[in-house]
């Protein structure tokens, strides 16, 4: 069974404010098919980075793609699963998360690899925009 | 059937479902952090599954035991969370118990990982496996 994975007007997270408007549902979510992945997001001296827990996915089946300033993921499994579940509690079939990036993303150089069940990207900060701790002298 | 047996129950979820996370505060929403993985089980003709999705660890950080028909699968290790801004799961500390019934063949047991998913298999005792129907002549 599939259903809308997300309320259109909850599709972007407006991550780097840690507001979580689209997770508020996981735990009804969750019983469906159709989980939504989490995810962890570090905000690093040179890059942010981001792990997306999709386990049992192969690297063709998510796509990444970049429209204006919103990181979209997607995850597609076309192939039918027919085993019989007696107890069903996740299922990464199908689903699309949103990410509205900061200003100082360098969308030409993000970079994305799939292992041990995670999606991780590392999307590098743009030169000119890391400040270094700088003391100012008085004159 | 294998019954599910929970250490930590996801109440809390629906507390927030229902009451929106800003009766807690802030302190509470962002404590929300998925830490117990979620498990499918899967039955076959002369088998059953337990899959769980645990991303991101070794084979080595498992820790799985069976005692008086409850199999218990743990992990215990340290995690970075430097620099974190938003974090929604964390699959570094967990214990997960599982009922199993008597009709399996506990020395049999199984388990392997990839892909981020810890699968189980538990075969089935020859008694227990349902067999096809038979015809049978009239002499």
Redesign the interface.
């Given at each position: 069974m599939k259903r809308p994975l997300e309320n259109p007007l909850r599709l972007i997270d407006e991550?780097?404010n840690?507001e979580?408007e689209s997770?508020?549902?996981?735990?009804?979510k969750?019983s469906y098919c159709g989980?939504m992945p989490?995810?962890?997001?570090?905000?690093?001296e040179k890059n942010y980075f981001i792990?997306i827990?999709?386990?049992?996915?192969?690297k063709e089946n998510f796509s990444i793609n970049i429209d204006q300033m919103i990181l979209g993921i997607k995850g597609d499994i076309n192939e039918e699963d027919k085993?019989?579940?007696?107890?069903?509690?996740?299922?990464f079939e199908q689903f699309e998360r949103k990410i509205k990036l900061p200003k100082d993303a360098n969308f030409d150089e993000i970079k994305a690899e799939y292992k041990?069940?995670?999606l991780s990207i590392n999307i590098p900060k743009k030169e000119e925009q890391i400040i270094k701790n700088k003391q100012i002298q008085i004159s | 059937?294998?019954v599910?047996y929970e250490n930590k129950p996801?109440i809390p979820?629906?507390w927030?479902?229902f009451f929106?996370?800003n009766l807690m505060g802030d302190v509470y929403?962002?404590s929300?952090v998925?830490n117990l993985p979620?498990?499918?089980?899967?039955?076959?003709k002369d088998k059953?599954f337990i899959?769980l999705?645990?991303?991101?660890?070794?084979k080595a950080d498992f820790n799985i035991k069976l005692s008086e028909n409850v199999l218990t699968v743990s992990v215990e290790k340290e995690e970075n969370i430097?620099?974190?801004?938003?974090?929604?799961?964390?699959?570094t500390s967990f214990s997960r118990g599982f009922n199993i019934p008597e009709t399996i063949q506990n020395e049999k047991i199984k388990a392997e990982y990839e892909?981020?998913?810890l699968q189980i298999a538990l075969p089935k005792k020859e008694e227990a496996i349902i067999k096809p129907p038979r015809e049978i002549k009239i002499s």
């Open positions: 991550i780097f840690n979580r997770n508020k549902n996981a735990f009804l969750e989980t989490r995810m962890n997001i570090k905000d690093q792990e827990a999709a386990p049992g996915m192969k085993r019989e579940y007696t107890h069903k509690e996740f299922c041990q069940g995670i | 059937m294998l599910r996801s979820n629906l927030e479902d929106g996370p929403h962002k929300r998925s979620s498990a499918n089980i899967i039955e076959e059953y899959e999705a645990a991303p991101g660890l070794e430097e620099n974190a801004t938003q974090r929604e799961f964390s699959y892909n981020g998913i």
